[in-house]
């Protein structure tokens, strides 16, 4: 199994117990004890999903609009998912781009004493190519990229070298297991950008983070929404190990699993809406499925369409990892009888 984010309120109703965001040896428990090998630290500009006040990227923004008196109060003013920043040249210059790169590896570091015997760490970093568009605004980097792309690159250059210095860190603690880099590329019907756009800008920096991951021995995971057929190859090409969550709105993993199955790990696809409202027979019987006919000759994990989030509903959440635990073992049957 493979998840994530998986929300507080359903470790701590998993529990019986509280458990917060910041409660490391909490959220290993809850982990080690639901099936999973492995716990999620964030360790990135951003958390998962939204672009948060608590984010490294906000907090360098909103500071030196302190330091400088204007009107960090105003969160229209810094905010990513409210504005943007980098229009022009002169833009990226006085960006901050110093205070932005203080990735703090705290919690990751200390993930080491809460980790039961035989789990690793997953450092959850990432965002390259959305983190440039927002700090551009999606109109103006679209513009961007055709009528300046030096200026457009120069951004994707400066976002990846602060992911590589913390990637530096991270490949120094022992106890992490893999990479998993989160970055949206797709929209429902296909590529954001055009895919030789992405083999121009963005796929060579992930190639480089691959290729220092499986040089430590470390898988390299990656997570994108949308309907990513154009650039299947092109990610198994740059080393990706697995790809989660072969978003379920618009792509079949059951054709994936044929065409690409035997190169690359496959994780997800149980829809986030089948978990809100769903029945667990339902959940039950699309498990049964996928496992059936994706887990055969190994590589697919099975996970939700994005995550668990809060409204999930709980017992199909708990129908979801008790069938792959009861049937995700191999050899498997045929009929999962």
């Not at 250059?157 to 602060?162: C, N, S």
């Not at 190859?233 to 994936?256: K, Q, R, S, T, Y």
Request: net charge negative; charged share 25%.
């Amino acid at each position: 199994m493979f998840e994530g984010t998986i929300h507080e309120d359903i470790m701590s109703r998993f529990l019986g117990r509280r458990i917060a965001e910041d409660d490391l040896a909490g959220r290993a428990e809850f982990m080690a004890k639901a099936g999973y090998d492995f716990l999620p630290v964030v360790v990135s500009m951003v958390n998962p999903g939204k672009i948060s006040r608590d984010a490294v990227i906000s907090k360098a923004i909103r500071q030196v609009m302190l330091k400088n008196g204007q009107g960090a109060d105003d969160e229209r003013a810094w905010n990513l998912e409210l504005t943007s920043f980098i229009h022009e040249r002169a833009d990226l210059d006085r960006f901050p781009w110093e205070a932005a790169s203080r990735i703090d590896v705290d919690a990751l570091r200390k993930a080491r004493e809460a980790l039961p015997e035989g789990m690793k760490a997953v450092a959850v970093s990432g965002k390259i190519f959305t983190l440039t568009w927002m700090l551009m605004g999606f109109n103006n980097f679209s513009l961007k990229l055709i009528m300046d792309e030096s200026l457009v690159s120069d951004v994707f250059e400066k976002v990846a070298d602060i992911q590589f210095r913390a990637l530096d860190m991270i490949l120094d603690m022992d106890h992490v297991g893999a990479v998993w880099a989160i970055d949206d590329l797709a929209f429902g019907t296909g590529a954001m950008i055009s895919p030789q756009a992405f083999r121009d800008h963005i796929f060579p920096h992930y190639r480089k983070m691959a290729e220092m991951c499986h040089r430590r021995g470390l898988f390299f995971a990656f997570h994108s929404d949308g309907k990513l057929d154009e650039l299947l190859e092109d990610l198994i090409d740059l080393g990706v190990d697995l790809l989660h969550p072969i978003d379920p709105g618009c792509m079949d993993i059951f054709e994936v699993k044929k065409q690409v199955g035997d190169r690359i790990c496959l994780a997800g696809n149980v829809s986030n809406e089948m978990l809100r409202s769903g029945t667990p027979a339902q959940v039950e019987a699309y498990v049964k499925e996928l496992i059936q006919r994706c887990a055969p000759g190994g590589g697919y994990c099975v996970a939700a369409g994005n995550s668990v989030p809060d409204w999930s509903d709980f017992e199909n959440y708990m129908t979801l990892r008790e069938t792959a635990l009861t049937y995700g073992r191999y050899p498997i049957s045929p009929g999962l009888d």
